[in-house]
């Protein structure tokens, strides 16, 4: 159990966290329309990027010895992304709040360039 804990505690925390803030009506703005789009929408991109990289270190110690990396890569992008679809699907049940396909595709992309990222990091560390 403590295992499980200490690789699956942390995507579920995040998880807990995203879906707490998307059930609040509505969210602190920042001074600057630009800066408001800027901060919620690389929010998003980072959280979910944040979130996919989770997902991966909790599969790899449980699936690495039996699926390749470029698998539970994959893996960790779609457990995202489908985080992503719930929590805007979510947000259309909170009042002053709407789910919305754009912040899908961000979420997507932060997840992506976040396993993306991790791929170009595994293949620097290799031995050469």
């Known amino acids: 159990m403590r295992r499980l804990m200490r690789y699956w505690g942390p ?3 995040l998880m807990g966290l ?3 803030l998307s059930a609040q009506p509505d969210l ?4 600057s329309p630009w800066l408001e789009i800027l901060l919620k929408k690389g929010g998003h991109a980072a959280v979910y990027g944040v979130l996919a990289w989770l997902y991966w270190r909790a599969l790899d110690h449980y699936l690495g010895d039996r699926c390749s990396p ?3 890569r994959i893996a960790s992008f ?3 992304l489908l985080y992503g679809i719930s929590d805007e699907y979510h947000q259309t049940f909170v009042p002053g ?3 919305n396909l754009v ?3 961000i979420d997507s992309l932060g997840a992506g360039v976040a396993m993306v990222l991790h791929h170009w ?3 620097r560390q290799a031995p050469d």
């Open 11 to 13: 995507p579920l925390a």
């Open 97 to 99: 709040r709407n789910g």
């Open 18 to 20: 995203i879906f707490f």
């Open 121 to 123: 990091w595994q293949q």
């Open 103 to 105: 912040d899908i595709g």
């Open 28 to 31: 602190p703005g920042a001074p």
């Open 70 to 72: 470029q698998a539970i």
């Open 78 to 80: 779609l457990l995202a």
